[in-house]
């Protein structure tokens, strides 16, 4: 259980990587922006690749009548996921060793992993949200107002993940460091379950 | 008359000699054109040129910026002249960057640019450039490509040999051309010889750039052709060229040219430095503008300076010598290793090269032939490295490539002469497509040359492009000088008369380059820096519009209560912070020019209406896909009515 325990501490530990490193980003590729205009998405909030990025992707966007990038006091995602993750980190953490010195066995392991998993589907969900109505809820006095073949409204949401070309501009979406390691530290937690599984059955048929 | 036929002949010999270069190449008027030489200077779409060349534009009053190899022109940057394109010397701010102690002088007349060094060599941080007719040296950040200084020489006239750089930036130098009293006085023009001077400005430079005069060194009334420093051993000395040594005050072209041999003044300038610092010199009255444009408030600055320091060559003990130079030199040009001194002598057909270590010991051995002025002239014979023989006709400038060799322009048998330090032997010519004036290898004035391109700068044209009537834009032609002969690429047109240039690798600059003045650190003095700080303010009759832009209007775009008779200051903001996105202001019937706003910028231009109505301004700047939406509207009422000032964006009053 030593080596299970010492890899459930690491992994959750890993998740503490999302309070340095973007979890995700979004660029915004166009002919006049050959240095693409580029957004970085925190945990606690989200800022411009270079200092203006935000700035001008916002005054690209008022034509469309795409809402402004929301400040961090504008989501309240934004103040609920650092405690989240924060939170998840310590008790992976804190299972970790209990589980090391033996309290408690492997399975509390996959019970926080299966946690963390639909906390993070949830967070996915909710982003995709924020992503369709940033891209679909449009000032209705827009300079441009575009369609479809089919005369709806044209929606600017950018993928969730990938590339997908959006008016002039092709947008780019794809994670970045935090959520590699975020990935990682899950991946370490599931070795931990299965190694912890391992040893408790090698200790049971031991006795 | 002797010597209007001497110069006859001297045309023939020109023509004799020029042909006779001709022989080896093809005969055509591309010369020996190498086949790839397309690909050689081709730069494809979205490439970047290897170097940067600066030429001057001489009569245009400004530099202009060019890439190599691709000839392609980058830019204009306005220094000595008005530039309506962007309103420089219009706006309020940049109009007293044009100032001078005789009012303000809309043109200028730039000569030769040189780049600001570090340990004799190339550090890209400013270039200098020197304006010939209302004596004045510019100083031009090369991180924003823009005039930041501007420093006008008293007691000067003809400010030629000029704006030359010593190794470490110590100074730049303004000579003066045209010998005149010093300091000024009402005399007979015929009582010029033995009473003009002409005095020789060293202008100190500090870390930040500023420049200000140390002193002004008053040498005998000659003319101070070119100039350039020492480097290596002969750092601390600057060699000057004169000719009109006879003193000649009227037909010069004759009368100046009755010596045999004028005179390369070789200074010592740090021993005048010392002399300086401990007290020498004297302080006489002068009158001079110094004019500073200031990055954080956007705004210009002149003070008029009084006093300048004079020093008597003859008071400080080894610090001025003359080296005899057969037949008016041009071109003083120090190699890289700074051992040889060239004089161009444009009346012949050889170049004198003196030896610095030679001069030395000649000035040790007192080695002297005579005196002028009580200045020591030293021994032609003792001085002499070599001479470069039957090199052209009329040499103007010799350049380096760091290899040892040297190029050498021929106005008169209009070639570009390639020969070796040492030997003196000449390797190379090619003819160039007119009579060439000066050369440019990039690092040329340096001890560190990068020698794979030169270029020629001609002085005409005819033929050379598609005519376009009888006024025609001046000719460079770009060679590759990487092999043992000069490779003409090609040709490509100037803008003005570049008098010279200076050339670097992009990499020293390019990253460097701004891409937008920030908002946060503006401090114009009637910046609005949101929308909700744009309004209207009355003094008396005049009103302060403090006006913003951002893709794609003003704020505010509809103002009123303005009156007949009114001056109106529109100080426009630029709100972008976006690389490459200006936005520019023109109002129906101003007296003055547009302004072109930069990013983070703030300009102010002036407007007094005549007559009521309704008038419009606009952007000029193809901003975005609204830039024709990007206008807005100025209400004018009669001189005495009462309506109020008002300023909207969207019928909603803004505060
Ligand atoms: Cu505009």
């Known amino acids: ?207 | 008359m002797k010597n209007i036929i001497k110069i006859t002949v001297l045309g023939i010999l020109g023509l004799f000699l020029q042909s006779c270069g001709n022989d080896g190449s093809s005969g055509s008027k591309s010369g020996a054109i190498t086949s790839n030489a397309a690909e050689r200077v081709y730069v494809a779409p979205g490439e970047h040129d290897e170097y940067y060349a600066f030429l001057s534009g001489g009569y245009s009053g400004n530099l202009t910026v060019y890439g190599l190899p691709s000839g392609r022109l980058l830019k204009e940057i306005p220094v000595f002249s008005q530039f309506p394109t962007n309103g420089y010397g219009y706006s309020e701010e940049t109009v007293p960057m044009l100032n001078t102690s005789f009012g303000f002088v809309p043109w200028g007349d730039a000569h030769h640019p040189d780049i600001s060094q570090t340990e004799g060599e190339l550090d890209g941080r400013w270039i200098f450039i020197n304006e010939n007719n209302t004596p004045r040296i510019a100083r031009i950040s090369l991180e924003t490509f823009e005039t930041e200084e501007i420093i006008e020489i008293p007691h000067s006239a003809g400010n030629h040999s000029s704006s030359f750089i010593t190794e470490n930036t110590e100074y730049v130098v303004a000579g003066t051309r045209f010998s005149v009293p010093y300091p000024q006085e009402d005399m007979a023009i015929d009582q010029m010889k033995g009473n003009f001077k002409g005095p020789l400005t060293f202008i100190a430079i500090d870390d930040n750039g500023r420049m200000n005069i140390d002193f002004q060194l008053k040498m005998p009334g000659f003319n101070y052709d070119l100039s350039h420093p020492g480097r290596g051993d002969s750092h601390g000395w600057f060699f000057f060229t004169t000719y009109n040594t006879e003193e000649a005050h009227t037909m010069q072209e004759v009368n100046a040219s009755q010596n045999d041999k004028d005179f390369i003044a070789a200074v010592n300038w740090k021993k005048i430095q010392e002399y300086v610092k401990n007290g020498g010199g004297e302080e006489i009255d002068a009158e001079y503008a110094h004019n500073v444009f200031d990055h954080s408030t956007q705004t210009a600055t002149t003070t008029m300076e009084k006093k300048v320091l004079t020093v008597d060559p003859r008071e400080v003990e080894g610090a001025v010598y003359f080296m005899p130079t057969p037949k008016s030199p041009h071109g003083c040009d120090v190699d890289p290793s700074g051992e040889y001194i060239v004089g161009n002598g444009k009346l012949s057909t050889d170049l004198t090269v003196h030896s610095f270590s030679k001069m030395l010991k000649a000035i040790e051995n007192e080695d002297f032939d005579g005196d002028a002025y009580g200045i020591p002239v030293l021994n032609f014979d003792s001085t002499l490295a070599g001479t470069v023989k039957e090199g052209g006709l009329g040499p103007l400038h010799t350049e380096f490539d760091g290899k040892g060799n040297a190029y050498t322009t021929f106005f008169i048998s209009s070639e570009v002469v390639k020969w070796k330090l040492g030997t003196w032997e000449v390797l190379d010519r090619q003819p160039s497509y007119y009579s060439v004036g000066h050369l440019m290898i990039p690092g040329g004035n340096s001890r560190e040359p990068y020698g794979k391109y030169m270029i020629s700068m001609n002085k005409i044209t005819k033929d050379r492009y598609l005519p376009t009537g009888p006024e025609l834009e001046h000719s460079a032609q770009l060679y590759d000088i990487s092999g043992e002969k000069m490779e003409l690429l090609l040709d490509f047109p100037t803008h003005g008369e570049p008098h010279y240039a200076a050339g670097i690798p992009a990499e020293k600059i390019k990253s460097k380059s701004k891409k937008i003045y920030r908002l946060d650190e503006n401090k114009h003095e009637y910046a609005a820096i949101s929308e909700s700080e744009t309004k209207m303010v009355r003094e008396g009759n005049e009103v302060h519009v403090y006006m913003t832009t951002v893709r794609s209007h003003f704020s505010p775009d509809n103002l009123e209560g303005i009156k007949v008779g009114d001056k109106v200051f529109f100080h426009v903001t630029n709100l972008e912070q976006d690389f490459d996105v200006p936005h520019g202001f023109a109002m129906i019937g101003a007296n003055t020019s547009e302004l072109l706003i930069m990013p983070g910028q703030t300009k102010t231009i002036t407007w007094e209406p005549e007559k009521e109505g309704v008038w419009p301004f606009y952007c000029t700047d193809f901003c975005s896909a609204l830039h024709q939406e990007m206008q807005g509207y100025v209400r004018v009422s009669g001189k005495n009515s009462n309506v109020p000032l008002k300023w909207t964006l969207d019928d909603e009053e803004i505060n």
């Open chain 1, 1 to 207: 259980m030593k080596k299970s325990g010492t890899l459930m501490i690491i992994g959750s530990a890993l998740l503490l990587g999302l309070f340095i490193f973007p979890l995700w980003n979004i660029q915004l590729e166009a002919p006049q922006y050959p240095d693409p205009l580029g957004m970085n998405i925190y945990i606690s909030g989200i800022e411009g690749e270079e200092e203006f990025d935000i700035q001008n992707i916002d005054g690209i966007n008022h034509y469309i009548g795409m809402k402004k990038i929301p400040t961090p006091a504008e989501m309240w995602e934004f103040n609920t996921f650092p405690l989240v993750i924060g939170g998840m980190a310590t008790l992976g953490a804190l299972l970790g060793i209990l589980g090391f010195f033996k309290i408690i066995g492997p399975k509390w392991f996959l019970g926080w992993l299966i946690l963390m998993t639909v906390l993070g589907v949830l967070g996915m969900i909710d982003f995709n949200n924020w992503l369709t109505d940033y891209g679909t809820d449009l000032d209705p006095r827009a300079i441009m107002k575009l369609t479809d073949s089919e005369g709806n409204p044209l929606s600017y949401k950018p993928p969730l993940f990938g590339s997908q070309k959006i008016l002039n501009f092709t947008a780019h979406s794809y994670p970045r460091a935090g959520a590699y390691l975020m990935f990682i530290g899950m991946l370490l937690t599931l070795v931990a379950w299965l190694l912890g599984r391992k040893s408790k059955t090698m200790e049971l048929n031991k006795n």
